[in-house]
């Protein structure tokens, strides 16, 4: 078994992240191959059940209320119409749902409720059923487990240094705290990242000690590419070097050799060759389907020719780990607690948030 260590260091992984190419590739990818098949990969489909209308800042995200951006808002789906894009998502090929919501937080209440209906749902077509909802007290961490979630994605994004550059409204630790507060349950983690944010290599490495720190560390770790949308603070964004995201998936891999790593947003603008080497490196997860959340993504039948050009074979559900057992919502055992957690909202301004959310009258 490779060793698991949770004491890296920021300029330990640096080194390895600088490392020649050639040597990085062989590093990651003979790891890769002891914990891993390297012809297998895990495909999730992203499915916004609300989008937009978020009350935070965030610099890259289009959903954010307060930037101008041309998206289509969306109250909070129906559990009908989540079966019908679940169903298609495996049909095409996909292990997994990925549900996202435009939530600081989740909240208490009727909302709720039709999303642990629609993780009941998704995990009774014999998916893997992800949620994204933002934080999460313990009480609704444990509420989603009974209704069947097989993972939970909230990501570090950043360094702890550079997150204060791209977010006002909340604070670290909290994203940390959600992320144990999942851990108490049976529930994976999914943490990861956004790399092209205009954050240095060191901040990069920054996330990964935050990252493999987690004890146990995340089942699955997406690296995200910026996808720079018009309206946002990040907007003026160069597209990420593919070399740069080899480098991070490579060293993601070293890091967290058992976690699933997942080549996330932005592989519209990603070469195939560019890609073939992320698998190499150690990446054995995508998100398929025509759009991201909001943004655009390769479309399916593409990503599947370049699966089989690649001898690429699409991972099938509760290959990891057992399908968890649905609760119903008569026989929960957690009832809805009305909480009003106190996630901090720290005291800075972001100069280039704000000139986002000003312009145009904001
Ligand atoms: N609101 C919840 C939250 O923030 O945790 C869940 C949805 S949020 C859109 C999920 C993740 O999408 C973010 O943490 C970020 O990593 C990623 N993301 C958002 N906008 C992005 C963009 N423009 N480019 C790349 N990744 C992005
Ligand atoms: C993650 O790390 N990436 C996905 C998923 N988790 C929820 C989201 C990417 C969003 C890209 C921008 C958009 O489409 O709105
Ligand atoms: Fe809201 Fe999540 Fe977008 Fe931040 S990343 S603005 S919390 S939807």
Redesign the pocket.
Known sequence: MQEVRHNWKKEEILEIYNSPLMELLYRAATIHRKQHDPNVIQVSTLLSIKTGG?SED?G????AARYHTNINKNSLMSVAEVKELANKAKNSGSSRVCM????RNVKDGSEFDRVLEMVRTINKLDMEVCC???MVTENQAMRLAEAGLYAY???L?SSEEYYKKVISTRGYQDRIDTIKNVRKTNITVCSG??IGMGEAAKDRAGMLVALSTLNPQPESTPI?A??A?EGTPLEKEKPVAIWDMIRMVATTRIVLPNTQVRLS??RTQMSKEGQALCFFAGANSIFAGNKL?T?PNPAVDEDMKMFENLGLIPQKPFTKKEQPQTVEAENSRYKSLGENPKWTRPEYKIERNEKSRKKRGG
């Open positions: 978020c965030c890259y995200c289009p959903q996202g919501a435009a939530w994204t909802l933002g994605n909230h990501n994004d990242g956004i995200n910026l996808v949308v947003a932005g959340l943004t």
